[in-house]
């Protein structure tokens, strides 16, 4: 069964400054989702991968897919507190509508 | 934007009662998924459902659990008896006939 492996497992930065998250897959990416959740909270929806290469940007956050690696990450410019959250990353690793795997999340906390 | 709706937020429940979750997934969308989330765990799959029936189940998904598409909007998920360890945020889900999952914001089930 697939695997996703998120790195790092907590971060504490800086308002103001950069920050690159991770989520590596043990097996091939044919979609890979990008959420946010607020702890206890529902899922919100930030971006979604599809193949090599791609890469897409909805205001300062960037994510990529490198499909080579199996790997995606997710780029935050500028970070501000309405960042902090957990990050999820699901991957459906038989195709569309197949299920939904998650890794465990990765808690970013921002300081003012 | 289309949403899908779960019903209730939060329900608290006895030990050894039923619960119904409900959903109302996007009209458009073909495939409806629920997933479970323990607090401060992995959101895991329960089961997948596609043209009245079920396609993919977890190992979690047992015997307890039923889910039912009893109209052309609704998809519910019963439990038949519930015990503590379903003490978790439950999410339904629901996709077209692409890459894409929209989530409900959740039911917090509490059970005591």
């Known amino acids: 069964s697939q695997e996703l492996e998120q790195s790092p497992q907590s971060l504490i930065v800086q308002e103001g400054k950069n920050l690159t998250i991770n989520c590596t897959s043990s097996?091939?990416?044919?979609?890979l989702y990008w959420y946010k959740q607020k702890y206890g909270e529902g899922l919100i929806f930030l971006m979604m991968l599809q193949k090599g290469g791609e890469e897409k940007s909805h205001e300062k956050i960037t994510a990529k897919l490198d499909e080579k690696k199996q790997q995606s990450s997710l780029h935050i410019t500028a970070s501000q507190p309405s960042h902090a959250g957990i990050y999820l990353c699901?991957?459906?690793?038989?195709?569309?509508?197949?299920?939904?795997?998650f890794g465990k999340g990765i808690t970013l906390s921002v300081r003012p | 934007e289309p949403e899908v709706t779960q019903t209730p937020s939060h329900q608290v429940t006895q030990m050894g009662q039923e619960v119904i979750l409900r959903c109302v997934p996007i009209s458009n969308h073909l495939y409806f998924y629920w997933y479970r989330q323990i607090l401060g765990q992995k959101v895991e799959f329960l089961v997948s459902?596609?043209?009245?029936?079920?396609?993919?189940k977890s190992e979690i998904f047992d015997d307890q659990f039923s889910v039912e598409r009893p109209d052309g909007s609704n998809f519910t998920l019963k439990i038949r008896s519930t015990k503590l360890e379903d003490s978790a945020m439950y999410f339904c889900?629901?996709?077209?006939?692409?890459?894409?999952?929209?989530f409900g914001s959740g039911t917090r089930l509490t059970v005591v």
């Open positions: 889900a629901s996709s077209a006939d692409t890459y894409g999952y929209t």
């Open positions: 459902f596609y043209n009245n029936e079920i396609s993919e």
């Open positions: 097996k091939t990416l044919y979609g």
């Open positions: 699901g991957a459906d690793g038989t195709g569309a509508n197949s299920k939904l795997t």
